[in-house]
């Protein structure tokens, strides 16, 4: 049997992008009605919870913690990550955090995911999705990792672990890579490194009777001039809704459309 | 003292259009310098100087290719120290983004990301929520942090050329500690088309192709543009996963991009919707994509994208 894990999953509940998304208030922030668990964190929970179970689940002694930071709306991303099946959850929420940038919200991680390892056993893996859905930054594995010191395996489209160490791979850039570094380590996952599982009837049952720790910003250490738009290091001036895309002419093929297609990209100037 | 600073990774036997991208957008911001990883050819040095670069720094160890981000990073930021640069520009690759990232913490630097034009004051545009929100950001921190997608300014060398000093910049020792290391690399198969990313043009395809990017592919090289997919398409094994464009694959601006057999639902729109113009193909005349195409052609892409092909090849002689 491998050596049991404490992984930590982080999961941001972001607006539901199959609607309309919009930018309010004098923050230029995202309004977060209409929100659900961003897509892309499903994979980190799945490869979390398959890393937990090669190795006994629960009974074992590994541990999948659901952390999300965000006001108190976000605590359904936890509901839901503990739905589709990770065994505890924590919510960060403060008012202070509200506006927070990257490296404001990587501040706050960081000091939450030293709280969690300073109760019990420290954690071993950090795991996040590839991106948010909204932000689209990929910025916070990575501050995150330069937070606590650790190494970074982002973008991990297959995920090992074995000895204390992780090997992933790695097919972002020009090259395909193996990846490897020693726990504890902050690692993200792709959408190609597994099928999310759905909540079943019984894990929504389950669900109701796991814990959700609930976290302020004092109970992790960190004042409120450290994160939110104080202690965030950009500023959106700005947020113009773009004008939406209108529909140009519309043709039916009658066997010439071809030539009609470069006739109009001739026309733009474009050939 | 430098004002602007762009990270330039393994540039090879010559610069990458998005690394003069980078050099003229910092130039408007003030006196360029460099930070190189890898070989320093002759072209590549009389390019940087070309574009205006006074200094190329370069690191103490040519160990940092061996290791993902976190050394890359403190490499740039001892050089953002010894250089007083005020701005760092990157490329915005995922690797880019996240070396931006870590070297944000590093100099207590805001980071801006997906930044598509830059003001002399550093004012950043970008476009966020899929492209559905323009925004103008700025860091309130002494440097500022960009990465720059690709293909929003035209390069244009300096009117002067410089001939840039060298210097090597000391990569702290500690710097590959705790960090994660590429134990092995294989390049990608290289298809011989532009880059998905930085193509004028885009060719993509959906379920509709039905398993045959053969007449897209055509098309691809009578127009030199890069092939593009649908998620429908690579999850299906279509095509590589790398060509996917669309919210969890590639962002796309091209001048032009050509959809064929895409329904266009949100995903891919969130990939190729800031693109100049946009020409669909379609059978269906209900898919999404017509609401956003200027140009909508109901109809068989097998028969309507090969009679394109041939008519672009003979126009073009």
Same mark, same amino acid.
Request: aromatic share 4%.
């Given at each position: ?271 | ?68 981000? $976190? ?101 702290? $020792? ?71 464009? $669309? ?71």
């Amino acid at each position: 049997m491998e050596e049991t894990l404490k992984i930590v999953v982080l999961v941001k509940h972001v607006p539901d992008a199959q609607f309309d998304r919009h930018i309010t208030g004098p923050a230029n922030t995202t309004d977060r009605e209409e929100s659900i668990l961003s897509e892309l964190d499903e994979y980190a929970l799945e490869a979390a919870l398959q890393l937990a179970e090669e190795r006994g689940g629960p009974k074992a002694g590994n541990e999948v913690i659901a952390l999300s930071m965000g006001p108190s709306g976000a605590v359904n991303a936890v509901k839901k990550s503990l739905q589709i099946g990770a065994y505890s959850g924590v919510h960060l929420s403060d008012d202070a955090l509200a506006g927070s940038d990257a490296a404001a919200t990587s501040l706050a991680l960081a000091a939450a995911i030293r709280h969690i390892s300073a109760d019990g056993r420290p954690v071993d893996l950090v795991l996040t999705g590839m991106a948010s859905t909204d932000g689209e930054t990929s910025l916070v594995p990575a501050q995150l990792a330069e937070r606590l010191s650790l190494p970074q395996v982002t973008f991990a489209s297959s995920l090992e672990i074995a000895g204390g160490q992780v090997t992933a791979r790695r097919d972002a850039g020009p090259y395909s890579e193996t990846i490897e570094a020693a726990l504890p380590a902050v690692v993200s996952v792709t959408d190609q490194i597994n099928e999310p599982r759905y909540p079943n009837f019984k894990g929504i049952l389950a669900a109701k009777k796991k814990k959700i720790t609930s976290l302020t910003l004092s109970d992790i250490g960190v004042d409120a001039s450290q994160v939110g738009l104080a202690g965030s290091w950009t500023v959106v001036e700005s947020a113009e809704a773009r004008p939406p895309r209108t529909a140009g002419t519309i043709i039916t093929d009658e066997g010439d459309a071809g030539i009609k297609l470069v006739d109009f990209l001739a026309a733009q100037k474009l050939l | 003292m430098a004002n602007a600073l762009v990270f330039i990774d393994n540039p090879g036997a010559a610069l990458k259009k998005s690394s003069l991208e980078l050099l003229t957008i910092a130039r408007s911001l003030g006196e360029t310098a460099v930070a190189l990883t890898g070989e320093l050819s002759d072209d590549v040095a009389a390019t940087l100087g070309a574009y205006g670069a006074t200094t190329v720094y370069r690191p103490s160890t040519d160990d940092l290719d061996n290791y993902l981000v $976190g050394p890359k990073a403190a490499y740039l930021a001892a050089v953002a120290a010894t250089s007083g640069a005020t701005a760092v520009l990157l490329d915005n690759s995922p690797e880019g983004k996240e070396i931006a990232g870590r070297l944000g913490i590093k100099l207590n630097a805001g980071v801006i990301t997906d930044v598509v034009g830059v003001e002399p004051d550093g004012t950043a545009h970008k476009s966020v929520l899929a492209g559905s929100y323009n925004t103008s950001a700025k860091a309130t921190t002494a440097v500022t942090v960009l990465s720059v997608k690709a293909n929003n300014v035209e390069p244009a060398p300096a009117g002067e050329a410089s001939v840039p000093a060298t210097t090597t910049v000391d990569v702290p $020792g500690d710097a590959v500690a705790g960090s994660a290391r590429i134990s092995a690399r294989a390049e990608k198969p290289v298809s011989g088309r532009p880059d998905l990313s930085e193509a004028r043009i885009v060719v993509a395809g959906g379920r509709g192709v039905d398993g045959d990017f053969g007449p897209l592919e055509e098309l691809a090289d009578a127009l030199g543009a890069a092939v593009g997919a649908s998620r429908a398409a690579t999850d299906a094994g279509w095509i590589g996963h790398d060509a996917q464009v $669309g919210q969890t694959g590639v962002t796309v601006s091209p001048q032009l991009y050509i959809s064929a057999g895409i329904s266009g639902a949100i995903q891919q729109k969130a990939g190729m919707q800031t693109s100049k113009v946009i020409v669909a193909v379609n059978k269906d005349a209900e898919s999404p994509v017509f609401e956003i195409a200027d140009y909508g052609i109901i109809g068989d892409l097998f028969k309507v994208i090969p009679q394109a092909t041939a008519e672009i090849k003979k126009r073009k002689g």
